[in-house]
C-alpha cells in the first residue's frame, strides 16, 4: 500500500519511515563562508597601490559579495524552516562543480524522495529587477538602472553541467527492476522576498521559474502533488536519498580567489610616500598584510602607479581572465559597459579598446554571438571576439 499526500510520504517496503521524528536535519553542505573574503577585500583599500577606480572596483566587488550571502542566507533560512528537520528531503547549499572544463556553482540543490532536484539561483536584487519582453534583465543600484546577464540561462548552463555529471556516471544512482531511477533537473531563481520584480507583457521561456524566496514552498509542493500516482515508483528511502545527496555533495571543488592578482595589486609597484624635511629620500612603504599571497619582499625602483587598472584580457590576439588567466571567457554588457566574464573563477575583465589614432572613439557592436571594434572616424569593422554559447 502506497499513501502519498503532498511532502508527507511513506513508502512501505522502505528501510525508513520517513513521518517519524529524525535525530539530524538532512541538510548535507552548508553554505561556504565569506567572512575570509571580505575581510581580505576591506584589508586591500589600504593598499599603497590602490588608486580611487582601484578601491572602487574593491567596494563594488565587496557590495557584491555582501548582497549575494543576503540572498543566499534567506533562501537557506526558508529551506531550513520547512525541510531542515525532514528525511523525505536532501540540501546542498553553495555548490561549486566541475566536469572537464566546464563549471557551475549552484547557490541551492534541494531534493525529494522522487530524486526530483531543484537547482536554485539566489538574487538579491536589493532594489528590484526588471525583465524586458527579450528576456534581458535590469537590476538598479542607487536608482539607476544597469544590464545583468539573465539568471535563467546561467542556471540551464549549471543543470546541463549536472546533468552531464549524472549521465557520465559520477554519482551511483539507485536502480528498481534493473533500471536506473534518474531523477528530474528543476529550474527556480529565488529573488529576495523584499525585491520588486516587474515581469514582460509576453511569454518568456522560463519565466516562470523566477519566484521569491516566500512562493518556493508553494512552488514545489504544486509540482509534487502534479506528480501523479504514477510517480510514486520512483520513490526511495530516505537512506537513499541521503546516499545520493551526499555522492552529490562530495563533488564539491572549492575555489580560492587570488584578490591582490584581480585588482593587479601584485603586480603594481608602491607609490613612495615622502617626508616633509626631505621628500627626494622617502622611504617606499610596503603592503600592509592581507590574508592573499604576499608581496615580493625586493621591489624595484618606485614609479608612479598608473591612475586607472590594466585589464590583462587584450584586445590584440587571445583575451584572458586577468584574475586566473583563463580563456574560457565571455563577453557580456554590464553597468560600466562590455567586459570579459570568467566562468572559472568568476571574475570580471574590462575591455578596452582604441583604434591608436588621436581623438578616435572606437566603439563595441555586438550582432548574436560576435562582437565588432568599430571605429566610424577609420571607417573599420573588425571582429574580435565570439561568444560559445
Known amino acids: 500500500m502506497i499513501v502519498v499526500q503532498r511532502n508527507d510520504i511513506r513508502y512501505d517496503d522502505e528501510r525508513t519511515d520517513p513521518t517519524l521524528p529524525t535525530e539530524s536535519p538532512m541538510i548535507i553542505k552548508h553554505a561556504d563562508d565569506k567572512t575570509t573574503d571580505i575581510d581580505t577585500l576591506q584589508s586591500l583599500l589600504a593598499h599603497p597601490s590602490a588608486t580611487p577606480e582601484i578601491r572602487k572596483r574593491i567596494e563594488q566587488e565587496v557590495r557584491n559579495i ?42 541551492h540543490l534541494v531534493i525529494n524522495r522522487w530524486l526530483d532536484i531543484w537547482v536554485c539561483e539566489s538574487k538579491h536584487f536589493s532594489e528590484g529587477v526588471a525583465i524586458n519582453n527579450h528576456g ?4 538598479f543600484f542607487n536608482h539607476k538602472p544597469y544590464g545583468v546577464p539573465s539568471p535563467i540561462e546561467q542556471n540551464e548552463r549549471h543543470i546541463l553541467i549536472l546533468k552531464r555529471i549524472l549521465d557520465a556516471g559520477m554519482v551511483e544512482l539507485p536502480k528498481r527492476l534493473g533500471f536506473t531511477i534518474k531523477p ?13 520584480i516587474s515581469r514582460p507583457e509576453v511569454k518568456i521561456d522560463g519565466i516562470e521559474c523566477v519566484i521569491k524566496n516566500d512562493q518556493f514552498f508553494k ?34 571543488k572549492p575555489i580560492r580567489f587570488d584578490w591582490l ?23 617606499v612603504t610596503t603592503a600592509p598584510k592581507v590574508s592573499e599571497p604576499k608581496a615580493p ?6 614609479i608612479p602607479a598608473p591612475t586607472t587598472p590594466q585589464p590583462i584580457a587584450p584586445t590584440n590576439g587571445t583575451p584572458v581572465c586577468r584574475a586566473c588567466g583563463s580563456a574560457k571567457i565571455s563577453a557580456q554588457y554590464g553597468k560600466f559597459g562590455y567586459y570579459f566574464k570568467c566562468p572559472d573563477c568568476d571574475g570580471n575583465t574590462p575591455i578596452k579598446i582604441g583604434c591608436g589614432v588621436e581623438g578616435h572613439k572606437e566603439r563595441i557592436r555586438k550582432d548574436g554571438l560576435k562582437f565588432y571594434r568599430e571605429c566610424a572616424d577609420c571607417k573599420s569593422s573588425s571582429l574580435f571576439f565570439e561568444n560559445s554559447q
Open 136 to 139: 534581458e534583465f535590469t537590476a
Open 66 to 107: 555582501k548582497a549575494g550571502v543576503r540572498g543566499e542566507s534567506e533562501a537557506t533560512q526558508e529551506m531550513k524552516v520547512r525541510y531542515g528537520e525532514s528525511r523525505n528531503w536532501a540540501i546542498i547549499h553553495d555548490l561549486r562543480v566541475e566536469f572537464g572544463d566546464l563549471v557551475a556553482q549552484i547557490d
Open 297 to 302: 619582499a625586493a621591489l624595484p625602483t618606485p
Open 184 to 196: 528530474d533537473l528543476k529550474s527556480l531563481v529565488l529573488v529576495s522576498k523584499g525585491a520588486r
Open 219 to 252: 512552488h514545489v509542493d504544486k509540482a509534487v502533488d502534479e506528480n501523479g500516482i504514477l510517480a510514486t515508483a520512483k520513490i526511495v528511502g530516505s537512506d537513499t536519498l541521503e546516499n545520493v545527496a551526499t555522492q552529490i555533495a562530495r563533488l564539491y
Open 261 to 283: 592578482a584581480k585588482f593587479g595589486l601584485n603586480n603594481l609597484p608602491h607609490r613612495p610616500i615622502p617626508t616633509p624635511g626631505n621628500p627626494a629620500e622617502s622611504p
